[in-house]
């Protein structure tokens, strides 16, 4: 039995194999760093969600801070639902974004909502008083509504909803402002 030295050489075709093989990896790891950085480490909306032109059920949960809170469409107002949590981080920063853009932007007829999903309802209550959120928050602390109707496993997910409760769109993870602006002008015009 003959083993090979740690001075032995690799014959040349294995060596240009290892090569490629080696070239091949690194070039799929720069590719996927590169389409992670265009799409900001987020599933984009160009995969078909199964929810987008569907008609998505109404609900009614308790408000984080008391009374109700209902789906808007039941009553002829397109929607932007804003699902979080407080112990989400991505929710962390994406919050206080949308609270300030929402205070600032004329959105009429469109009405938003968020709804607080698997949390405790002291921690959402002071993370929506720190982010300043003045529009309505739906307590789902059993996801009936998160993943029940919308059928979401994480939060932070946006939904549009037009009038009729059909969905026109859905972001996967924390939304960028200058995509829940397009979104809510695209609910504007209808």
């Known amino acids: 039995m003959t083993f090979?030295?740690?001075?032995?050489?690799?014959?040349k075709g294995r060596r240009s194999r290892k090569l490629l093989i080696i070239v091949g990896?690194?070039?799929?790891?720069?590719?996927?760093?590169?389409?992670?950085?265009?799409?900001?480490?987020?599933q984009t909306n160009s995969s078909v969600n199964q929810l987008v032109g569907k008609h998505v059920k109404s609900f009614t949960l308790a408000g984080l801070n008391g009374g109700k809170v209902s789906a808007p469409w039941v009553t002829g107002h397109p929607t932007v639902l804003v699902f979080f949590a407080s112990y989400c981080g991505p929710c962390k920063t994406e919050m206080p974004e949308i609270a300030k853009y929402i205070r600032t932007t004329n959105?009429?007829?469109?009405?938003?909502v968020a709804v607080d999903a698997t949390d405790v309802r002291s921690a959402a209550q002071v993370m929506v008083k720190k982010?300043?959120?003045?529009?309505?928050?739906?307590?789902?602390?059993t996801a009936a509504v998160t993943s029940g109707i919308f059928g979401f496993g994480t939060v932070p997910e946006s939904v549009f909803v037009n009038a009729n409760g059909i969905v026109?769109?859905?972001?996967?993870?924390?939304?960028?402002?200058?995509?829940?602006?397009?979104g809510i002008k695209l609910l504007q015009a209808t």
């Open 25 to 42: 990896v690194v070039a799929a790891a720069a590719l996927i760093t590169v389409v992670s950085i265009l799409t900001g480490g987020q």
């Open 168 to 182: 026109t769109d859905v972001y996967f993870g924390a939304i960028p402002k200058k995509q829940l602006a397009s």
């Open 131 to 141: 982010d300043d959120v003045t529009f309505p928050v739906a307590f789902d602390p």
């Open 4 to 11: 090979l030295s740690e001075t032995a050489e690799v014959p």
């Open 107 to 112: 959105l009429t007829p469109v009405d938003v």
